[in-house]
């Protein structure tokens, strides 16, 4: 199988069956999910969707959170990853955001990027979902799944992949497409334990097919 030919059966299979993917985060405005993807990074969506409630209520808008310290913040992010860094990171990013951008999340990836608390990765995030722009996030899901369902080989960082999927990825669907490597890492093609047998996409898939390949040897018995 051709590499052009797994990127299209895989595209192919994903517009039929998921042709609408989207963020499982929580959010009302550009604000919130700046916010909320800023505190997704190494947690789950569900314990971030579980910590914004409150998180938004004690500070709707940006000017609120700018005007508050990361003492004041951390509260209500105890509960998720690396609370101390994100609460400084929430803190100057509010000041930022009201300073020089007027409190609205600026729609320039780069400038977004000088945002504490905002790489690549969480601009490229809010420029798919906000914006349709033709870029592909990579997170730890999408980067695994890429290289073991074959549409990347030997990727080494986020930023190999993402130059990859963008390559062969027709551009308007890049948006969707970064939601359906997601979704299917998490609920499908998950780390420890794939559902290979209920997979849709392992016509395609390059670890499939070297697993019925070469099935593991059994073990003989112990004597």
């Avoid at 940006?62 to 609460?87: D, F, G, L």
């Avoid at 420029?127 to 990727?155: N, Y």
Wanted: net charge positive; hydrophobic share 35%; charged share 25%.
């Amino acid at each position: 199988m051709t590499l052009r030919q797994r990127y299209d059966g895989i595209i192919g299979w994903f517009a039929e069956h998921m042709p609408v993917a989207e963020s499982e985060l929580h959010y009302e405005n550009p604000y919130q999910l700046l916010v909320a993807v800023i505190l997704s990074a190494q947690c789950t969506d569900k314990r971030v969707n579980m910590t914004t409630p409150a998180l938004f209520e004690r500070f709707p808008t940006p000017e609120a959170m700018a005007a508050a310290s990361a003492e004041e913040i951390y509260p209500y992010i105890r509960s998720i990853s690396y609370p101390n860094n994100k609460a400084r990171n929430l803190a100057g990013m509010a000041r930022m955001l009201c300073g020089e951008f007027g409190g609205e999340v600026p729609s320039d990836l780069e400038q977004m990027q000088r945002l504490p608390g905002v790489g690549r990765k969480t601009a490229n995030v809010l420029g798919a979902v906000l914006w349709q722009r033709e870029v592909m996030p990579v997170d730890t899901h999408v980067f695994r799944v890429s290289e073991r369902i074959g549409l990347t080989t030997g990727s080494r960082t986020p930023l190999q992949t993402e130059l990859a999927l963008e390559k062969n990825i027709p551009g308007r669907l890049l948006p969707v497409a970064h939601h359906w490597l997601i979704l299917h890492g998490r609920y499908v093609c998950t780390a420890r334990a794939p559902k290979c047998a209920s997979c849709g996409i392992a016509p395609w898939c390059r670890k499939y097919a070297k697993d019925r390949k070469d099935p593991e040897p059994r073990q003989g018995h112990k004597k």
